[in-house]
C-alpha cells in the first residue's frame, strides 16, 4: 500500500542502518537536481546520483515515489540510495523523482493514476507516459549510460514500477514492483472486498491527504491533529464513518477522503484504478516481491504476479514472497517476527542472491539469474521453497468442513447451525492490546482473546498426526443466514500450537506458547458484495445464503501435534469500519443505523459450511 506513516518511518530507520559507511554516496557519486518535462508541459522534479567513475557505462535503477525525493539540492547526499547496499556498491546511475502532482513536481497527483490506454493528444497524460517521457530524457542527456532502465519501488512506489509496464520504453529491461497497490477496492489499502479499512486509511490521508498549491519540500502539518493510546476506544467513541468529516478531522479538506467514502461500490472510480487491467503482453522482465506479513499490500504482490503470468505467456515473471511485513525485506536483518523465528535472515539472502542478481543480470549481462519461477518461503517448517509455478502444481484442493461440536472435519455428516450475535457497539477488536496506530504483530497474533467471546465461533481439527502443508489459494464457503440485511464475514486460519510448546526465549511473566492459536491467514467479505462487488445485494432476513470468497495465498506447514483452527466472526475493528447489519450507504450512517443482527452458520446436508484448502501432494 502507501506506506503508513508510521511504517515509512520504520522503514526508512531500517534503511539507515543498513549503510555502515555515511560517506560512501559522496565519495563515489555526483549528484545532480533537475527537472524534466513532460509531453504535456509539466516539469517533475529528479534527483540523480552519477557514479564518478567514468571508466564504464552504467544502467539507471529509478524509484518514482509520492513521499519525496529528498534531500533536495545538488550538495545534499543521501546517506543511501538504491533500493539495497549491494547495489548502492555494485554502482548504478540512480534515480529518483517526485511524481506528479507531490513534492517538487508540477501538476495534479491523482490516487493511483488511472492508466489512458489510447492517448489521442499530449494532455493524455499518466504513469506510465511519465516514466516513458523520463526515461528519454535520462537516456538523451546523462552521459555514459548504457542504454538500459530499471525500475523498483515499494508500496505506492511499488505501483509506479507497476505503473511503467504497459506502454514502457524500449530501454526500460527490468522492473521489480514490491508490495505493489494493485486494486483498491478488492484488496489493497482501501477495500477489502468491500469492506473499508478505517484504520490505515484515517491515519495515512492525515499524511498524505493534505492539499498543497504547488511544488513544495514539505507539506508541513497534518491535516488535523490526532493522538490517542487506544485505536479501538477512539474509533468506537467517533461513531459513525460520516464523523471523520467533523470539523475536528478531515471536515472536506482531502480530496482522496472524499473519494474514499463517496465510491462505496466496485464503480468506474475504482475500476480505471484498477492497474491489473492493462498488464497484458508484458515483455519487461519482471520480479515482483511480497511478505507474508505484510498487512497492507499481500494482494497486490500475489495478484500483480498472477495477471502478468496469464496475460504475457513468453514474459520472464518471477515472484518472491518471503515471511516480512511491509517493505522488510530491505531490512538490514530479519530473522523473527512476532513468536515466529525463521533461523536465518531472510532480508539479506533476498538483496543479495535474488533482487541484486535480478537487475545486475538484466542491466548489466552480469552474472545470472537463475532463479524459479516462484520462490516461497514456507512458515512452518521455515524453509525456503522454489516452484516451477505458483500457485504449484502439486496441491490437492481439500475441502474442510465446519462441524457441530466446534469440529474441522474432511466429512461433513452433521445437522443443524451455530449461531452468534453480532454487536457494531460492541465489535470484536482485530487485537488483543491496546495501541495508538496499528499493531503490525496481529497477522500472526494469538487468537485466544476471539476464541473466547460469545460473538466468534471456532472449530478445529483434531491434533494432526502427520505434518500438512498449504501451499496455494485458500477458499471459504459460508452458508449462513441474519436478522439483517448485510453483514460482515472474517475468515480466519489458525494454527493451534500444542500444549507442550515451549516458551521462546525471555517471555513476558505469564506469557504461554502452550495452546497459542496463532493467526496464519485471515479476511474480510461485506456480505452485500458476495455475488458482485458492482452491485450490491441485501440478504433476506433468515434465509440461508452462501458467502464464498478467497483469502489470500498460503505457504505453511502445519505440524505433527498441532491443529488446524477455523474462526468465523462479523467485526474486525477498527481495522475494519463497522457495518450497520443493513444494506446501506455505509458513509451516511447515522448512529441509531448500527443494529444488533443474529448470524448463523449452517452445517447439515444440504448446507456446507467449508474451508478449501491448498494441501500440497506427498
Avoid at 62 to 82: F, L, Q, V
Avoid at 386 to 402: E, G, M, R
Avoid at 409 to 427: A, I, L
Avoid at 518 to 524: N, W
Wanted: hydrophobic share 35%; proline share 5%.
Amino acid at each position: 500500500m502507501k506506506l503508513l506513516i508510521s511504517g515509512l518511518l520504520i522503514f526508512c530507520s531500517l534503511s539507515s542502518i543498513a549503510q555502515n559507511d555515511n560517506n560512501f554516496v559522496k565519495e563515489n557519486f555526483i549528484k545532480m537536481d533537475t527537472v524534466i518535462q513532460m509531453r504535456d508541459g509539466k516539469k517533475l522534479y529528479t534527483i540523480i546520483y552519477m557514479p564518478k567513475d567514468n571508466s564504464v557505462t552504467y544502467p539507471f535503477l529509478m524509484e518514482r515515489t509520492p513521499y519525496s525525493s529528498a534531500p533536495y539540492g545538488d550538495t545534499n547526499y543521501s546517506k543511501r540510495i538504491g533500493p539495497n547496499p549491494t547495489l548502492m556498491k555494485e554502482k548504478y546511475i540512480f534515480v529518483y523523482q517526485d511524481v506528479r502532482g507531490r513534492y517538487m513536481s508540477e501538476g495534479i497527483n491523482l490516487e493511483v493514476t488511472p492508466y489512458i490506454p489510447v492517448k489521442k493528444s499530449k494532455s493524455d497524460v499518466d504513469e506510465s507516459s511519465d516514466t516513458y517521457d523520463t526515461v528519454e530524457w535520462l537516456l538523451k542527456n546523462i552521459k555514459n549510460n548504457n542504454g538500459r532502465v530499471g525500475l523498483y519501488g515499494i508500496s505506492y512506489p511499488g505501483f509506479y514500477a507497476t505503473a511503467s509496464l504497459p506502454g514502457a520504453h524500449p530501454a526500460i529491461r527490468a522492473v521489480s514492483p514490491q508490495a505493489p497497490i494493485t486494486d483498491e477496492f478488492a484488496g489493497d489499502d482501501v477495500n477489502h472486498n468491500g469492506a473499508f479499512f478505517l484504520m490505515d486509511n484515517f491515519n495515512f490521508m492525515n499524511y498524505y491527504g493534505k492539499e498543497r498549491k504547488g511544488p513544495v519540500k514539505d507539506y508541513g502539518s497534518q491535516v488535523f491533529s490526532f493522538n490517542t493510546k487506544d485505536m479501538y476506544d477512539f474509533f468506537l467513541r467517533l461513531g459513525p464513518v460520516k464523523n471523520t468529516q467533523s470539523e475536528k478531522y478531515f471536515n472536506n479538506k482531502s480530496t482522496i477522503w472524499n473519494e474514499y467514502l463517496q465510491h462505496d461500490t466496485y464503480d468506474e472510480y475504482w475500476k480505471s484504478r484498477n492497474i491489473r487491467n492493462h498488464l497484458k503482453n508484458i515483455t519487461v522482465p519482471t520480479l515482483v516481491v511480497g511478505g507474508w506479513f505484510d498487512a497492507e499490500d499481500l494482494f497486490g504482490a500475489l495478484k500483480t504476479y498472477q495477471t502478468i503470468e496469464k496475460g504475457s505467456a513468453k514474459n520472464k515473471n518471477f515472484l518472491v514472497m518471503g515471511p516480512w511485513t511491509h517493505g522488510a525485506w530491505e531490512s538490514k536483518e530479519w530473522k523473527q517476527f512476532a513468536t515466529h523465528d525463521f533461523g536465518s535472515n531472510t532480508s539479506k539472502y533476498f538483496q543479495d542472491s535474488l533482487e541484486a542478481t535480478f537487475f545486475n543480470y538484466y542491466l548489466k549481462d552480469k552474472g545470472s539469474f537463475t532463479a524459479s519461477e516462484a520462490t516461497v518461503f514456507e512458515t512452518g517448517s521455515n524453509k525456503w521453497t522454489s516452484y516451477p509455478s505458483w500457485p504449484p502444481a502439486n496441491v490437492v484442493q481439500t475441502d474442510f468442513y465446519l462441524n457441530a461440536q466446534q469440529k474441522i472435519t474432511t466429512n461433513n455428516e452433521t445437522t443443524g447451525f451455530d449461531e452468534y450475535v453480532s454487536d457494531p457497539n460492541k465489535p470484536v477488536p482485530y487485537t488483543s492490546g491496546f495501541y495508538g496506530s496499528r499493531n503490525n504483530d496481529y497477522m500472526a497474533e494469538d487468537q485466544r482473546f476471539a476464541f473466547m467471546r460469545p460473538d466468534v465461533l471456532s472449530y478445529e481439527t483434531a491434533e494432526l498426526t502427520e505434518d500438512l502443508t498449504l501451499t496455494g489459494e485458500i477458499t471459504a464457503d459460508l452458508q449462513v443466514s441474519i436478522t439483517g440485511t448485510d453483514a460482515d464475514f472474517i475468515v480466519k486460519l489458525i494454527d493451534v500450537l500444542p500444549q507442550n510448546e515451549p516458551n521462546f526465549k525471555n517471555a513476558p511473566r505469564g506469557f504461554q506458547m502452550a495452546g497459542y492459536q496463532r493467526l496464519v491467514r485471515a479476511e474480510v467479505m461485506r456480505g452485500k458484495f458476495r455475488n458482485s462487488l458492482e452491485k450490491p445485494e441485501a440478504f433476506l432476513p433468515g434465509v440461508v445464503t452462501q458467502v464464498k470468497f478467497s483469502l489470500n495465498d498460503v505457504a505453511h506447514t502445519f505440524k505433527k501435534g498441532h491443529k488446524l483452527m477455523v474462526q468465523v466472526q462479523s467485526s474486525w475493528f477498527p481495522l475494519v469500519d463497522r457495518n450497520p447489519q443493513q444494506s446501506m450507504y455505509i458513509a451516511a450512517a447515522e448512529a441509531h443505523d448500527f443494529k444488533k443482527a443474529t448470524i448463523r452458520l449452517y452445517h447439515d446436508a444440504e448446507h456446507k459450511s467449508k474451508i478449501t484448502l491448498p494441501v500440497q501432494k506427498k
